[in-house]
């Protein structure tokens, strides 16, 4: 419901990101959907659930190294590998509503095209800025981590200070505010 006087919110149409990465669809895919340790391409954040992987129905978080603190939440739409992941996914600092992501991946001649997807991104939020300065990054990244075992370098220093940075994460981040739940 929209108070009287407010504007609806308005969503951002479906944007979509592409990268060809020099990787069987197995390697792209086992990359993107880990459990078990940080994810560069994802900020250097744990990708945490409640199951033993990732499955339809499952929420996720997206946690630092030391568990302490979440930056996202969401949940599992769609698991199908190796050619599609779908999640919601709400940033814990700001309160916009949720948005949907998905990777497509789609074997060709160069190795693997990988796709992010987002759709019903609130527009002029900011969460749609974050998202638009993240996508670039994830892409690269991924694409490196995928192809060389490692973020890219400059990544890499980013990643350093980010992890310099944790412990001044805002009160409302902390992994405790934010539980993982079926």
């Not at 419901?1 to 592409?18: D, N, T």
Request: aromatic fraction near 8%.
């Amino acid at each position: 419901m929209v108070e009287a006087g407010a504007k609806p919110q308005a969503f951002a149409e479906k944007q979509i990101y592409r990268v060809v990465i020099n990787a069987p669809i197995e390697t792209v895919w086992n990359t993107l959907v880990k459990t078990d340790e940080a994810l560069p391409f994802f900020f250097g954040a744990h990708c945490k659930t409640t199951g033993e992987r990732l499955a339809p129905g499952q929420p996720y978080a997206m946690r630092t190294p030391n568990g302490k603190f979440t930056s996202v939440v969401g949940k599992v739409l769609e698991f199908s590998p190796p050619n599609r992941y779908s999640h919601t996914l709400q940033f814990t600092l700001h309160d916009d509503p949720a948005c949907v992501v998905s990777y497509e991946l789609k074997e060709v001649t160069e190795g693997t095209e990988f796709s992010l997807i987002t759709e019903n991104v609130p527009v002029g939020t900011k969460m749609e800025k974050s998202m638009a300065q993240g996508t670039d990054f994830i892409l690269k990244n991924i694409k490196s981590v995928a192809e060389t075992g490692k973020a890219t370098f400059s990544s890499q220093l980013m990643l350093g200070m980010m992890s310099l940075m944790t412990p001044l994460m805002p009160k409302q981040c902390r992994s405790e505010n934010w539980p993982l739940e079926n």
